[in-house]
């Protein structure tokens, strides 16, 4: 078992939709999660990060954290097709990112 | 803020040369900077973790003398593929973090120098 599962799409969706990609996680010692956004051929930019279970706003995205579940989401409101990428769910465990295998995202106009 | 560049962004070299990629933390100082490895549709596989002013830590399966780290100061750390051969043609990028920031475990990403080896 992967220690970060991240479904690896394709997710197609129309502009406007609420999109909803999430990763689980083995380890609980897990600490930082965070979420990139990575255009191809791109290296992954920073999107969110969080610390503790709990939900963290900014703009149209939504982290989601559930420590007790070992899951985490990501939410991405009103999209648009600027937002098609792929996006990587990452962890911090002793100081190494470790990252989901990355959901590929289509918003189609 | 937060800006990590790399240079080059592309670089195409014959088998049996070495090529340097530079990573430069651009606004801010990196003790600690990393240097990953990705494949067409696969994740990033860390490589080596390079600190600043000491010897880098290599991943498991990496060789340490066919990947050269160097990080010479606090915003640059370099990566040498010596004798570069095809399958080490891939998608190289760098992250920095910034150990003063209250998320001092985020890692910041550069976009990335895409090699290739004939």
């Known amino acids: 078992q992967k220690e970060v599962e991240q479904d690896p799409g394709p997710l197609s969706v129309p502009e406007g939709a609420i999109v909803s990609l999430n990763c689980t996680y083995s380890?609980?010692?897990?600490?930082?999660f965070m979420w990139y956004r990575q255009y191809s051929r791109k290296g992954p930019e920073l999107l969110m990060y969080?610390?503790?279970?709990g939900n963290k706003e900014d703009g149209r995205f939504t982290a989601q954290v559930d420590k007790s579940s070992k899951y985490i989401s990501l939410f991405i409101r009103d999209s648009q097709p600027s937002d098609s990428a792929t996006y990587l769910c990452?962890?911090?465990?002793?100081?190494?990112?470790?990252f989901g295998t990355g959901t590929r995202l289509q918003v189609f106009p | 803020g937060a800006v990590v560049s790399q240079h080059p962004s592309w670089v195409i070299c014959k088998s049996g040369t070495s090529v340097k990629i530079e990573c430069r933390s651009l606004?801010?100082?990196?003790?600690?900077m990393f240097w990953y490895r990705q494949f067409p549709k696969q994740s990033l596989m860390l490589m080596a973790t390079s600190n600043e002013g000491s010897k880098a830590t290599y991943e498991q399966g990496v060789e340490k003398d066919k990947f050269l780290i160097n990080h010479a100061s606090l915003t640059l750390s370099t990566l040498t593929v010596t004798s570069a051969h095809p399958e080490d043609s891939s998608f190289y990028i760098c992250?920095?973090?910034?150990?003063?920031?209250?998320?001092?475990?985020?890692?910041?990403f550069g976009p990335g120098t895409r090699l290739l080896v004939l």
């Open positions: 380890n609980s010692a897990f600490q930082y």
């Open positions: 990452a962890m911090i465990l002793s100081s190494k990112l470790i």
């Open positions: 606004d801010f100082q990196a003790t600690t």
């Open positions: 969080t610390y503790s279970s």
């Open positions: 992250s920095a973090r910034d150990s003063l920031l209250v998320s001092g475990e985020t890692q910041y």
